[in-house]
T-cell receptor, first 111, second 112 residues
Framework: KQEVTQIPAALSVPEGENLVLNCSFTDSAIYNLQWFRQDPGKGLTSLLLIQSSQREQTSGRLNASLDKSSGRSTLYIAASQPGDSATYLCAVTRETNDMRFGAGTRLTVKP | DAMVIQNPRYQVTQFGKPVTLSCSQTLNHNVMYWYQQKSSQAPKLLFHYYDKDFNNEADTPDNFQSRRPNTSFCFLDIRSPGLGDAAMYLC???????????FGDGTRLSIL
């Protein structure tokens, strides 16, 4: 059974700092990996999706990497802003469409 | 414009009283999903539809059922809600299996 772990559970940084969020998964036979953002009391917003054949994806200040063999992904946020404060979740999908989420990292960016 | 719409945003029901949550989409996606998310936990997939084909997760309680009368709508029925069913329920859609999923804002269910 696929297990997805995100460390740390919570992170607080000053504005302007670059940061890395970590995601690890136990079964490397994945179809894709997706990073989401969740604001309090809201649904999930997709940030980046990496197919199993890809190594990384970039969108603006965000860069996500994938190392299937080691079962790891990172989300890099450059020049963090208070508006980046949210919970970030990673989710892996197998070809059976079985999507498993991590519990998320709660990020606080202080002005 | 919202593409995955969940109603209501907040739902309160009594212990044991059936409740239905609704989800609609304007994306014309083939796949619709229901997730349960408890406080500070990962969303947990309950079931999904590919078109009219229903796929239930093995550990989804029998108390939870779903209907998809057409492409645009999908419903989550909880037959006899217990206190442990209080959670945020998230609906999502995707064009195909493995495509990016688009989420609604969720319905927060409280049980009295």
């Amino acid at each position: 059974k696929q297990e997805v772990t995100q460390i740390p559970a919570a992170l607080s940084v000053p504005e302007g700092e670059n940061l890395v969020l970590n995601c690890s998964f136990t079964d490397s036979a994945i179809y894709n990996l997706q990073w989401f953002r969740q604001d309090p009391g809201k649904g999930l917003t997709s940030l980046l999706l990496i197919q199993s054949s890809q190594r990384e994806q970039t969108s603006g200040r965000l860069n996500a990497s994938l190392d299937k063999s080691s079962g790891r992904s990172t989300l890099y946020i450059a020049a963090s802003q208070p508006g980046d404060s949210a919970t970030y979740l990673c989710a892996v999908t197998r070809e059976t469409n079985d999507m498993r989420f991590g519990a998320g990292t709660r990020l606080t960016v202080k002005p | 414009d919202a593409m995955v719409i969940q109603n209501p945003r907040y739902q309160v029901t009594q212990f044991g009283k059936p409740v239905t949550l609704s989800c609609s989409q304007t994306l014309n996606h083939n796949v619709m999903y229901w997730y349960q998310q408890k406080s500070s936990q990962a969303p947990k997939l309950l079931f999904h539809y590919y078109d009219k084909d229903f796929n239930n997760e093995a550990d989804t309680p029998d108390n939870f059922q779903s209907r998809r009368p057409n492409t645009s709508f999908c419903f989550l029925d909880i037959r006899s809600p217990g206190l442990g069913d209080a959670a945020m329920y998230l609906c999502a859609t995707s064009r195909e299996t493995g495509s990016p999923q688009h989420f609604g804002d969720g319905t927060r269910l409280s049980i009295l």
